[in-house]
């Protein structure tokens, strides 16, 4: 994806990503995508790339409540939702808000909790609130997740199930910086880490402001019809036994969207789909064992599919 924010909102909030994380706009675009589209981010990569900081830098970006979780084999879902205790003196009980009420929620090695603990976040990404010993409790807007996690092959990590990763609404993998940025990157920290002294350039109101614009996105509808033989393809593919899901399809409508309007356009075009479509779809998709064992990966084929299927004109 080639980043293109030229809308001044949108540009103004890569400029303040990339004061932290060198030599990455197309990775950085994709998570701010990810924002104004009102999905949820996952960052899959080795340790130590970044992941947590770009996501620390993003919730510093916005001038909106904040809070991180770090997952571990011990965390309870009451730990990320809350709990219900008794005040004795009252003999009431009370409600104590876990760290999801807040607008964003960083879930730091979100693959390191048990399964149960991560499909506590369920029903908090997909309907923006919980329910806990029976009453239903909205959560703030905006609200989104943005969770880091390492490669499923690492010790001590559970594979996310199809239903958290279908909650997603994209992948991305910052991978290692160039030479030159990190040489930069050593001389910039060698005093203080300049997430230390990064300040929001946009309000709670002011990104709610922005996902409204971006909804209203003009997307013709052959280019819909072109979205959805993409979703088509991936469900029909001898490689796949997985395919997309309509949650997908509703995805990849949201991120070209946000890309048009990054790039001051009210209206989508194929490009815009073709750009984003690899981290909307590849996390989405199973593979079959036989071409999981020829050494093939989602990234891959759904990149074939993006060649395979004719743009409209």
């Known amino acids: 994806m080639r980043p293109s924010a030229r809308r001044p909102e ?6 303040n990503l990339e004061r932290v994380i060198l030599g990455k706009p197309t990775e950085l675009t994709l998570v701010l995508v990810g924002v104004l589209a009102e999905g949820h981010v996952l960052m899959e990569d080795v340790p130590g790339v970044g992941k947590t900081t770009l996501a620390r830098a993003v919730a510093r970006s916005l001038a909106v409540d904040f809070r991180r979780v770090q997952f571990t084999p011990d965390l309870m879902p009451s730990d990320i939702l809350g709990t219900t205790v008794l005040r004795p003196a009252e003999g009431t009980f009370e409600f104590q ?32 609130q919980v329910t806990i010993d029976g009453v239903t409790r909205p959560l703030p807007r905006p609200f989104f997740v943005i969770a880091t996690q390492n490669p499923a092959d690492y010790q001590g990590t559970y594979p996310l199930p199809e239903a958290q990763l279908d909650r997603f609404l994209l992948r991305v993998r910052l991978g290692y910086p160039a030479i030159e940025q990190e040489l930069e990157m050593l001389y910039e920290q060698r005093e203080v880490h300049p997430l230390e002294s990064l300040g929001p350039v946009a309000t709670g109101e002011e990104l709610r402001a922005m996902q409204a614009a971006v909804r209203a996105v003009r997307v013709d509808r052959a280019v819909a019809r072109y979205q959805l033989e993409l979703i088509r393809r991936t469900r029909t593919h001898d490689d796949l036994a997985l395919g997309v899901s309509p949650r997908g399809a509703l995805g990849l409508f949201r991120a070209s969207q946000a890309v048009a309007w990054l790039a001051a356009r009210d209206y989508v075009t194929p490009a815009d789909v073709q750009a984003v479509a690899t981290a909307v779809l590849a996390h989405r998709v199973e593979l079959r064992p036989p071409a999981r064992y020829a050494g093939r990966s989602d990234v891959q084929i759904v990149e074939a599919i993006v060649g395979e299927v004719p743009v409209p004109t």
């Open 97 to 128: 808000p876990g760290p999801v009420f807040a607008h964003v929620l960083l879930a730091d090695e979100v693959n390191r909790a048990s399964p149960r603990t991560q499909s506590a976040l369920l029903e908090a990404m997909s309907e923006r």
């Open 10 to 15: 949108g540009a103004s909030l890569l400029a």
